[in-house]
């Protein structure tokens, strides 16, 4: 049933709430899991999601004009909006915030007017999967980066996280860094320039588990190893992990992001109330442990709202 404040009727299936939801990218898992999360919370409670993708990842210009569509045709009772470029959408989000559409943030934290942000604490998260793979090299050791955009502040916290955690350990060589647009070809890219440019690598951080994964297929197809960790806990990151391929990556559940995102805006859309900032657990997901993981999005159960948020 449709959520609704305490002794009000919930609406008629004509007036249910539509979620026009903003990914990044059509390509990266984790996206499609939040998107499956927000389409099933919003089943749950009779309302619907409408999907807006750019067709090109990480496009902030094709994403501007997918929120002017939304404003002139579909005009959603509110948005779910991960930003392409945190600073080139300030004005999109702008004309939203004018409109009077409510907004929840996910992912990538932006300026602007948002009823409430779902995700996690980046920096803390990148501090852990670095330390995983520094206590895994026994403290010494030379290690490059796999980054994702510089418009993207997952990456820009991500990347501060790591150099932190590699600052506290002078046995540590960060040789490097190369962009991999948290794509799994960028990631192949950028492990095959770092693998050109140093003859010996033996640990290797991508900011996200696609570019984890293309990392891998780099280092296998030139016969070279290198202890790897990603984040996002995506299914065949842990599945790797499990095979003993990736050393570790972090539980970074786009499902249960976006169902929760899902749940605050019809929270909000029901006169209930909604904290400013949902941010998740993460934890290390590593071979001990990682059978927890390996049930793919479409079969998890629908997280509790009272589960992640108090009070």
Request: one cysteine or more; aromatic letters at 4%.
């Amino acid at each position: 049933m449709p959520i609704a404040a305490r002794g009000r009727a919930c609406p008629p299936a004509a007036s249910r709430p539509r979620l026009a939801v903003f990914v990044k990218n059509g390509e990266n898992p984790n996206y499609r899991a939040f998107l499956l999360g927000a389409a099933r919370a919003a089943a749950a409670h009779g309302a619907r999601i409408l999907p807006q993708v750019p067709s090109t990842p990480d496009d902030p210009v094709e994403q501007a004009a997918l929120v002017r569509r939304a404003l002139r045709e579909i005009r959603p009772d509110a948005i779910l909006f991960a930003p392409a470029d945190d600073r080139a959408m300030e004005g999109p989000v702008a004309e939203l915030n004018a409109a009077g559409i409510p907004l929840v943030g996910f992912v990538n934290r932006m300026r602007g007017r948002f009823v409430s942000f779902v995700g996690a604490d980046d920096e803390a998260m990148a501090r852990a999967a670095a330390a995983r793979l520094i206590a895994a090299l026994g403290g010494a050791g030379r290690v490059a980066l796999i980054e994702g955009p510089e418009t993207a502040p997952t990456s820009r916290d991500r990347g501060r996280g790591f150099r932190a955690e590699i600052a506290r350990h002078p046995g540590i060589v960060l040789l490097g860094s190369a962009p991999g647009r948290y794509l799994r070809r960028g990631g192949y890219a950028a492990m095959r320039a770092l693998l050109a440019a140093h003859p010996r690598i033996e640990g290797v951080i991508a900011t996200n588990d696609s570019m984890a994964l293309g990392a891998l297929d780099a280092l296998e197809e030139q016969g070279r190893r290198a202890l790897v960790v990603g984040n996002n806990g995506i299914p065949e990151a842990v599945r790797a992990v499990g095979e003993g391929r990736l050393l570790a990556t972090m539980d970074y559940d786009g499902f249960r992001m976006g169902a929760l995102a899902a749940l605050a805006a019809l929270r909000h859309l029901g006169g209930l109330p909604v904290p400013a900032e949902i941010l998740l657990p993460a934890a290390v997901i590593h071979r001990g442990n990682h059978a927890a993981w390996l049930t793919p999005p479409e079969a998890r159960p629908l997280p509790a709202w009272d589960a992640f948020v108090r009070g």
